[in-house]
Structures are given as C-alpha cells and as structure tokens.
C-alpha cells in the first residue's frame, strides 16, 4: 500500500468518526481527554485507548468482553492490560501471571478462572466500588497496528489536509516502514504460493545441485 492511499485512508478514518469541523472547513486535531492526576487505570484507559470519558461498569465490561461470552477469560484480561501489542513484548511472564493473579483474587469469587459479568458488576457496585489495578504498564495498547496509530499520532497531530512531505515524526515513519515489511511479505508469500513446490520446504538432501 502506497502512502498517499494511507494517507487517504486515514483522513476517511477520521471523517468517518465525525471529526470536529474547524475554522476554514478543516478537521481540527482530536484534543486528548483530560482526566485527573489521580484517576484510576480504567479511566486512563478508556480516555487514552477509546476516547471515552463517561462510561458505565456494564459499558466497560462489555467493551472489553471481545468474544461476547459474558465473561473475561484470562486471554481478554492480559488483552484488555496491552499484554498483546508489540509494546508488551519485553514483559516478564511473571508479571503477566501477576495481573492474572490480582484480577482473580478480586473478582473471581466462585473461582472458575474467568470474571463473570455479575462478579464485575458486583465488584464496581455501590458497596464496594473496585476498580482495575494499575500494573504500571501503560493505558493497555489492544487495538490493530493502524488504529493505534490513528488514535495516538494522526489524530493529534494531523488531518485531511495532512501531506506526503508532512509525514516526518518519527512515528509516521516507523508506522510506514512496519507497512512497508508488511507489504513486502505479503508478495514475497503470494510469490511462493504461485509455485508448485517452494525449494526452501525441501530437504537439502533431495535438493539437485
């Protein structure tokens, strides 16, 4: 994919999400969610991750319940926490076990080793007002590698008037040259599967000389 068809798809993106209409018809910068020093991490993460500042238990259970079970399977949990991105990559297991940890022993009462729906609601309630732990890791990076980048570079620093020759933080181009590698590994794959059979899978061996 070219940049200019990134740059397309990015601007229609945005205008898809109802960009906010600025002075002179541009679509003006997503102005990031304020939210207090002090906030807890589920907060953080819904402004920085989903732009959302008003939200509800039953609303964050069911955003983050990917599957649609009812429940947060462990998986889901480390998901919703970024242990998926690439970021995430130079985590220790240990500490991965950790959040597992931590989220069951608060929630997980009848100790089946998922978080049922009523035991995260029971959690939030009026009575014990929970909230999600904040590991130290960061807001939970857990969207695909462009949504990311809309969402915490485009977004804030350009628009639909956005240029070729305006793509140069270092973002724009690390999030190009991971689009590049891609790119070229799809054709280096469609290569192969054109062939009948692909001399790297045959033993060396059986290989003529």
């Given at each position: 994919?070219?940049?200019?068809?990134?740059?397309?798809?990015?601007?229609?993106?945005?205008?898809?999400?109802?960009?906010?209409?600025?002075?002179?018809?541009g679509v003006a910068h997503q102005k990031p969610i304020q939210v207090a020093p002090n906030?807890?991490?589920?907060?953080?993460?819904?402004a920085e991750e989903h732009h959302i500042s008003t939200f509800d238990p039953a609303?964050?259970?069911s955003?983050?319940?990917?599957?649609?079970?009812?429940?947060?399977?462990?998986?889901?949990?480390?998901?919703?926490?970024?242990?998926?991105?690439?970021?995430?990559?130079d985590v220790p297991q240990e500490k991965k076990d950790e959040?597992?940890?931590e989220v069951m022993k608060l929630m997980d009462h009848n100790s089946n080793g998922i978080i049922e729906k009523h035991e995260w609601l029971q959690f939030t309630g009026e009575e014990r007002k929970?909230?999600?732990?904040?590991?130290?890791?960061?807001?939970?990076?857990?969207?695909?590698?462009?949504?990311?980048?809309?969402?915490?570079?485009?977004?804030?620093?350009?628009?639909?008037?956005t240029k070729?020759?305006?793509l140069?933080?270092?973002?724009?181009?690390?999030?190009?040259?991971l689009h590049d590698e891609l790119e070229d590994e799809a054709e280096r794959v469609a290569a192969l599967d054109k062939l009948s059979i692909v001399e790297q899978n045959i033993p060396a061996k059986f290989r003529r000389d």
């Open positions: 994919m070219t940049i200019r068809r990134l740059l397309a798809a990015c601007a229609a993106s945005i205008a898809f999400a109802g960009g906010v209409v600025a002075h002179g018809g906030a807890d991490w589920a907060t953080k993460h819904m609303s964050f259970f955003l983050h319940d990917y599957d649609n079970s009812g429940s947060w399977e462990q998986n889901e949990i480390l998901k919703t926490y970024g242990m998926d991105d690439p970021s995430a990559k959040i597992i940890r929970g909230t999600l732990p904040d590991f130290g890791l960061g807001p939970g990076h857990h969207w695909d590698m462009e949504t990311e980048y809309e969402i915490h570079h485009w977004e804030l620093y350009h628009d639909e008037n070729e020759e305006d140069i933080h270092p973002e724009d181009i690390e999030h190009f040259r």
